[in-house]
T-cell receptor, first 118, second 110 residues
């Protein structure tokens, strides 16, 4: 059983196209994230949702739009893809509770979705 | 500005060597510091540190946090080729917020 699963694992597409990456976690966590890892392996937070509510929205172009239909799913839609969007996108989850519940602090990562824009 | 800085950026050692990886940080509302190992795919969790001076240990890996000097070290003794990976340090601040360092790439040669 995969705890955090992302699809697709690989995505090759042309500039200007629109694409989506899906993420699901079966850990019962209340918080989910999208991270972008560039060629230098630097992991940068993009978005974070807690119980379907957007709580972190870093400086990311508005071509990127996250959607959380329920607390077990967080999808990422990217419009008008650009060359610079090529990266590995990681979904992650954690249990935080915003101080009202147990906080393990540990992030569980999906296996990543490698996006290549040509 | 950099909130989490790891050093060295890369390291090449031979099997059996001991290595020390460094992570310094500067954040407000610190909650915890985490170490991850990333091989080919997803980062996998190693340690979470919340208190100063208490060593966490798992086999040949150990880690300690200094909240006064704002740094942590990750030690690996008797390194093996399977330890080759990128080691990531992350700091949790407030709730649901994590900053990652750029990682240390460790290459262990036979």
């Amino acid at each position: 059983d995969t705890a955090v699963s992302q699809t697709p694992k690989y995505l090759v597409t042309q500039m200007g196209n629109d694409k989506s990456i899906k993420c699901e976690q079966n850990l019962g966590h209340d918080t989910m994230y999208w991270y972008k890892q560039d060629s230098k392996k630097f992991l940068k937070i993009m978005f974070s949702y807690n119980n379907k509510e957007l709580i972190i929205n870093e400086t990311v172009p508005n071509r990127f739009s996250p959607k959380s239909p329920d607390k077990a799913h967080l999808n990422l839609h990217i419009n008008s893809l650009e060359l610079g969007d090529s990266a590995v996108y990681f979904c992650a989850s954690s249990q935080d509770g915003n101080g009202r519940g147990p906080n393990t602090g540990e992030l569980f990562f999906g296996e990543g979705s490698r996006l290549t824009v040509l | 500005e950099d909130k989490v800085v790891q050093s060295p950026l890369s390291l090449v050692v031979h099997e059996g060597d001991t290595v020390t990886l460094n992570c310094s940080y500067e954040v407000t509302n610190f909650r915890s510091l985490l170490w991850y190992k990333q091989e080919k795919k997803a980062p996998t969790f190693l340690f979470m540190l919340t208190s100063s001076g208490i060593e966490k240990k798992s086999g040949r890996l150990s880690s300690i946090l200094d909240k006064k000097e704002l740094f942590s070290i990750l030690n690996i003794t008797a390194t093996q080729t399977g330890d080759s990976a990128i080691y990531l340090c992350a700091v949790q601040y407030n709730f649901n917020k994590f900053y990652f360092g750029s990682g240390t790439k460790l290459n262990v040669k036979p």
